[in-house]
């Protein structure tokens, strides 16, 4: 008796395999591309987590403004990851999304506990990480450019405008 042929969904080995990644970018330089994405965006979240906590925690006199601000802020950090970890995968790697991945390479170490009247210091911290990712994503859009990938130059070129616009109006509270 003549065997039926599997279908596709019997066997999903049967469909035509993926080519290669072909975009005009070396392998090697692809993989320097998305490790460096990969520190970009660990520092990005840690950096989420502690704006995040900042804005649960807050009271005092600074309350309002503050609470309001630092909310803008995460949200505005939270949409940004997914355009960053679709990045590194059109590059062809996965994506760290662990705490355990994030705090391996992230490059913000742990901030001093704050308490929730200090503003001053959660303000200070905030400028400190955010300048942190600055320095994390100016050295992938380095890498980037270098390898010809213009998409993820100008996207790190937008994260910058960000993250340094964030420290300097932070820094403001400051001075």
Do not use: C
């Amino acid at each position: 008796m003549a065997k039926t042929a599997k279908s596709l969904s019997e066997d999903p080995n049967l469909g035509a395999k993926a080519p290669d990644i072909d975009i005009g970018i070396s392998e090697k330089d692809r993989e320097k591309v998305a490790n460096s994405l990969m520190v970009a965006l660990a520092d990005a979240f840690t950096l989420y987590l502690k704006t995040h906590n900042f804005h649960f925690n807050i009271t005092g006199e600074m309350f309002n403004s503050l609470h309001l601000m630092f909310e803008t802020q995460y949200n505005e950090q939270w949409m940004a990851f997914d355009e960053i970890a679709e990045r590194i995968r059109a590059l062809g790697y996965n994506v760290p999304a662990s705490y355990d991945e994030f705090q391996r390479l992230t490059s913000i170490k742990p901030g001093t506990k704050v308490a929730h009247t200090d503003w001053r210091e959660m303000v200070r911290q905030l400028v400190v990480g955010n300048e942190a990712v600055a320095r994390s994503q100016r050295k992938a859009l380095g890498i980037a450019d270098d390898a010809g990938d213009d998409p993820t130059v100008d996207m790190l070129t937008q994260r910058l405008k960000v993250h340094e616009k964030n420290a300097w109006m932070l820094r403001s509270l400051l001075q």
